[in-house]
């Protein structure tokens, strides 16, 4: 689950991070009265806007502005609020359509007063699924592209596993300031940032956090400027205060609806439709299809109560996909029984009328026999399949 960065940055700030301060507003008012407590608090006039939306880059598609004065934070809070804003990472990158940005970050000016002496870094933490272990990665590039230094300049990203066991080490924090080549105050203060950092990590079920850029300030203080955090979906039950921070707006909405339903959807950019149950089958059945010349539109759990409602439901969700050219459903006999599922396609398949698009059954286990003979006596335009690779030469017949 993704947060936005002023969401992101309140939580590591619970767990003593220091931040750059700023204040979420949704209107152009609250932008006004969010810049007035800023210049108070700050001292200093000049305020950061930025757009809050779950993608990166936003600065490159004009989400991010500096305002010096109340006019121009009115000019660029107006201008952002309610914007189409396009990044590289929004769908479809600078050419699709963008997001809506409904909310704003007004902040301070971290860099204040003295530009020139601040540096910025890149810091982040997420798990290393070879090594089975948290790593932090970390750079003296900060503010660029991660990926880009990692690939022009690969000897300027470090790495610092830690040992699942031991925890964070203290002279692993003081190795991490050594390679950013900090000194004196800097130096202590960016251990105490790393560690707490960590903890944040940790404590939360974080699947990542990014601090890009975390800055030395001209006073060797070391705070957040951006933070990009994810939590893990599947730890959210010891966590309920945090999942409610979701933000359903950012995501696909047709994902949102089959989770209400208990379904598992991820919308992919192929033409045949899945509907399976068991996520190791699914990740087989998008394998057959790719070996039989389609591609997967879709990820699609039904889980093991595949009864009629819930199939309906599936395959509902599955057609508003204009690009599924076909639908392949694969079910494994175990707990369900494949005759239910097989009663369960013919019933839905009634309700709804005619469907427009090829559907390929294949059952395998308890009762499958049964299930056959069901789909092949219903009269409906569906193909049955008992074994995958016959599955999948009806896929490549229908897509082909």
Request: glycine residues 10%; aromatic residues 6%.
């Amino acid at each position: 689950m993704n947060l936005h960065e002023y969401q992101a940055k309140e939580l590591i700030e619970s767990y003593g991070v220091p931040i750059q301060k700023g204040i979420m507003a949704e209107s152009l008012d609250d932008a006004v009265a969010a810049y007035h407590k800023i210049v108070e608090e700050s001292g200093n006039d000049v305020a950061i806007v930025k757009a809050q939306i779950h993608a990166g880059g936003r600065g490159k598609g004009g989400g991010v502005k500096l305002a010096k004065n109340l006019d121009e934070l009115k000019e660029h809070a107006g201008n952002i609020l309610s914007m189409m804003l396009k990044t590289p990472q929004t769908p479809g990158g600078m050419e699709g359509p963008g997001k809506l940005v409904s909310k704003i970050l007004v902040a301070e000016d971290a860099y204040a007063p003295d530009f020139d002496a601040c540096k910025e870094f890149y810091v982040s933490i997420l798990m290393d699924r070879e090594k089975q272990r948290n790593v932090i990665i970390y750079s003296t590039e900060g503010g660029m592209d991660i990926e880009k230094v990692a690939e022009e300049t690969p000897h300027l990203v470090h790495k610092e596993w830690v040992d699942p066991q031991l925890g964070l080490q203290g002279f692993q924090t003081r190795k991490v300031a050594f390679n950013l080549g900090l000194s004196g105050a800097a130096f202590k203060n960016m251990t105490k940032f790393i560690a707490k950092l960590y903890k944040a990590f940790v404590s939360s079920d974080a699947s990542l956090i990014e601090i890009n850029p975390t800055v030395k300030t001209g006073d060797d203080r070391i705070i957040a400027v951006d933070t990009k955090l994810s939590l893990d979906g599947n730890a959210l039950f010891r966590h309920p205060e945090l999942e409610e921070l979701r933000d359903e707006s950012e995501e696909d909405p047709t994902e949102v609806e089959a989770k209400s339903i208990g379904l598992n959807y991820v919308k992919l950019d192929g033409n045949v439709g899945c509907m399976v149950n068991g996520a190791g089958l699914a990740m087989a059945t998008m394998d057959i299809i790719k070996l039989s010349g389609g591609s997967p539109a879709n990820f699609l759990d039904v889980g093991g109560t595949a009864d009629a409602k819930r199939v309906e439901s599936a395959f509902k969700i599955i057609l508003r996909d204009p690009n599924v050219k076909a639908i392949l459903i694969n079910i494994f006999g175990g707990i369900v029984r494949c005759d239910r599922v097989a009663q369960g396609v013919v019933d839905a398949y009634k309700n709804m009328g005619t469907i427009s698009v090829p559907i390929i059954v294949r059952l395998q286990g308890t009762n499958a026999d049964i299930a056959k003979e069901l789909i092949d006596n219903s009269g409906l335009a569906v193909k049955s399949a008992v074994l995958l690779q016959e599955a999948a030469d009806l896929v490549k017949e229908v897509v082909s």
